[in-house]
């Protein structure tokens, strides 16, 4: 007798042996029955070329970068032994840890799946959002490439639907915590008798199989040949760009051939020429929802506004573009390149207005903290780019400082400027980028700004 709840936590999943949320006795009866199969997390590859080298691969997160691989005296081997470093946050994976999948009968959890969404679609979004399902039909991948306030979380709504009708199981993946938090109470409304599961770092279990998964692309890692349908949000996002094994991750969790869908406001060169040479669908929304180009940021200059802050004053610019913000009671967030730097000028905000805060990513309020915003009980919140994407207050204004630090790339900078003007009330305002020196990153974010609303001004008008 299989015991449901072992089979539907386990299929699709990749999971450590001695590790389950199961009493350890019941693993070990399915794996002498066979339901459950055992890998080594690490294991040995030989190469084919001539050479024959060897070399360490994780089962886990697919990760095959060497210098990767530590060497260490394992006391539970007690061999020398080698773990994978690039997974180390989720628990160390080493060559004598055991992996086990689901290799038994998987039952059919189809049924209809109700979609309680009356929202109404711009002509862009209903074109967007065909064209997803029919390459979902066709089995190929897509590009979904939408201004910030596009709409773009309710174009999946119809797809994943039509997916899940199907008998698909579907994911939708995004490298942010945040967004996460944000996407998983909204899905939850809109498919009101679907299993939805949301993982994330410390997310709580949860019961049941679930057809529909909101996941962090970290969580990806302890999933295999899990999914029919992907879709990443937010794909542009750090750390998903700069990080192979979590673009390699969202290979691994589909299954054969399935479909990946990418939805992104600023797409990678390297996406957009996939998109060409593999034939993939392809949407493209340059206009906002509520048909407003989209608020083009201002450069004005700061200079050493750092050792300013670091000697207790803050440049006259800065308080009086913040002074405006307070006597036009709109509230405003300030970008800050550094924790440091933020939290030096917080306290110099204060003496204008005692109830600005300031909130980082390991902030545990950080999420009380953008609803004050929200709900108007504080003027404004100081913030490092942990908000840079996934919020929408109304009337938002937006300074960034030090806007030609490193941190700030084209795309972080497109994403900031895309808080700006999302609600159709307050469909403009300030976006402005303070900065020692204007760099190309601000450049090609203002230059593409405008790209884009000439290109909706066109889509419109022709
Ligand atoms: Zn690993």
Request: with cysteine; hydrophobic share 40%.
């Given at each position: 007798m299989i015991e449901p709840q072992i089979r539907d936590f386990f299929i699709g999943r990749i999971w450590t042996r001695n590790n389950t949320p199961f009493p350890k006795e019941k693993i070990e009866k399915y794996i002498n029955s066979n339901h459950l199969s055992i890998r080594s997390a690490i294991t040995v590859i030989q190469s084919p070329n001539l050479f024959k080298q060897k070399f360490f691969k994780c089962n886990?997160?697919?990760?095959?970068?060497?210098?990767?691989f530590i060497q260490f005296e394992c006391a539970r081997c007690n061999e020398l032994c080698v773990y994978c470093r690039?997974?180390?946050?989720m628990g160390r994976m080493s060559r004598c840890t055991d992996l086990i999948v689901w290799s038994g009968p998987v039952p059919n959890f189809k049924h209809h799946h109700e979609l309680a969404w009356e929202g109404k679609f711009t002509k862009a979004q209903e074109q967007a959002s065909n064209e997803l399902i029919a390459s979902i039909n066709l089995k190929r991948n897509h590009l979904i490439h939408a201004v910030c306030g596009a709409g773009k979380t309710e174009i999946l709504f119809p797809a994943v639907h039509f997916a899940l009708n199907k008998g698909l199981r579907v994911c939708v993946a995004t490298p942010r915590t945040d967004v996460v938090l944000e996407l998983f109470p909204r899905f939850q409304k809109v498919f009101p008798n679907t299993i939805l599961h949301a993982y994330y770092g410390g997310s709580p279990k949860q019961p049941g199989f679930a057809q529909l998964v909101i996941a962090t692309?970290?969580?990806?890692?302890?999933?295999?040949?899990?999914?029919?349908v992907v879709i990443v949000d937010?794909?542009?996002?750090?750390p998903y760009t700069s990080d192979q094994a979590l673009q390699k991750a969202v290979y691994k969790v589909r299954k054969n051939e399935a479909p990946i869908a990418f939805v992104t406001a600023t797409p990678s060169l390297k996406i957009l020429s996939q998109v060409k040479q593999e034939n993939w669908g392809h949407s493209f929304i340059p206009r906002r929802y509520h048909g407003y180009p989209l608020p083009v940021p201002r450069f004005v200059s700061l200079w050493s506004y750092d050792k300013k802050i670091n000697k207790g004053k803050l440049p006259p610019k800065l308080i009086s573009w913040m002074k405006t913000r307070l006597e036009q009671k709109a509230p405003f967030l300030i970008f800050f390149p550094t924790i440091q730097l933020m939290e030096l000028a917080t306290p110099l905000f204060q003496e204008i207005d005692p109830k600005i805060i300031s909130v980082h990513a390991e902030d545990p309020n950080r999420k009380e903290k953008v609803v004050k915003l929200r709900n108007e009980e504080i003027p404004g919140l100081l913030t490092t780019t942990i908000l840079e994407r996934g919020i929408t207050i109304k009337n938002v204004q937006v300074a960034v400082v030090g806007a030609e630090s490193k941190i700030f790339t084209s795309s972080a900078l497109i994403q900031i400027s895309g808080?700006?003007?999302?609600n159709v009330q307050f469909p403009d305002g300030e976006i402005v980028f303070f900065h020692h020196g204007i760099t190309m990153e601000m450049d090609v974010a203002r230059e593409e700004i405008l790209r884009l609303n000439k290109e909706g001004f066109e889509k419109v008008t022709v």
């Amino acid at each position: 007798m299989i015991e449901p709840q072992i089979r539907d936590f386990f299929i699709g999943r990749i999971w450590t042996r001695n590790n389950t949320p199961f009493p350890k006795e019941k693993i070990e009866k399915y794996i002498n029955s066979n339901h459950l199969s055992i890998r080594s997390a690490i294991t040995v590859i030989q190469s084919p070329n001539l050479f024959k080298q060897k070399f360490f691969k994780c089962n886990r997160c697919h990760n095959e970068n060497q210098e990767e691989f530590i060497q260490f005296e394992c006391a539970r081997c007690n061999e020398l032994c080698v773990y994978c470093r690039h997974c180390i946050n989720m628990g160390r994976m080493s060559r004598c840890t055991d992996l086990i999948v689901w290799s038994g009968p998987v039952p059919n959890f189809k049924h209809h799946h109700e979609l309680a969404w009356e929202g109404k679609f711009t002509k862009a979004q209903e074109q967007a959002s065909n064209e997803l399902i029919a390459s979902i039909n066709l089995k190929r991948n897509h590009l979904i490439h939408a201004v910030c306030g596009a709409g773009k979380t309710e174009i999946l709504f119809p797809a994943v639907h039509f997916a899940l009708n199907k008998g698909l199981r579907v994911c939708v993946a995004t490298p942010r915590t945040d967004v996460v938090l944000e996407l998983f109470p909204r899905f939850q409304k809109v498919f009101p008798n679907t299993i939805l599961h949301a993982y994330y770092g410390g997310s709580p279990k949860q019961p049941g199989f679930a057809q529909l998964v909101i996941a962090t692309t970290h969580q990806l890692f302890r999933f295999e040949k899990a999914f029919d349908v992907v879709i990443v949000d937010e794909a542009d996002a750090f750390p998903y760009t700069s990080d192979q094994a979590l673009q390699k991750a969202v290979y691994k969790v589909r299954k054969n051939e399935a479909p990946i869908a990418f939805v992104t406001a600023t797409p990678s060169l390297k996406i957009l020429s996939q998109v060409k040479q593999e034939n993939w669908g392809h949407s493209f929304i340059p206009r906002r929802y509520h048909g407003y180009p989209l608020p083009v940021p201002r450069f004005v200059s700061l200079w050493s506004y750092d050792k300013k802050i670091n000697k207790g004053k803050l440049p006259p610019k800065l308080i009086s573009w913040m002074k405006t913000r307070l006597e036009q009671k709109a509230p405003f967030l300030i970008f800050f390149p550094t924790i440091q730097l933020m939290e030096l000028a917080t306290p110099l905000f204060q003496e204008i207005d005692p109830k600005i805060i300031s909130v980082h990513a390991e902030d545990p309020n950080r999420k009380e903290k953008v609803v004050k915003l929200r709900n108007e009980e504080i003027p404004g919140l100081l913030t490092t780019t942990i908000l840079e994407r996934g919020i929408t207050i109304k009337n938002v204004q937006v300074a960034v400082v030090g806007a030609e630090s490193k941190i700030f790339t084209s795309s972080a900078l497109i994403q900031i400027s895309g808080r700006v003007g999302r609600n159709v009330q307050f469909p403009d305002g300030e976006i402005v980028f303070f900065h020692h020196g204007i760099t190309m990153e601000m450049d090609v974010a203002r230059e593409e700004i405008l790209r884009l609303n000439k290109e909706g001004f066109e889509k419109v008008t022709v």
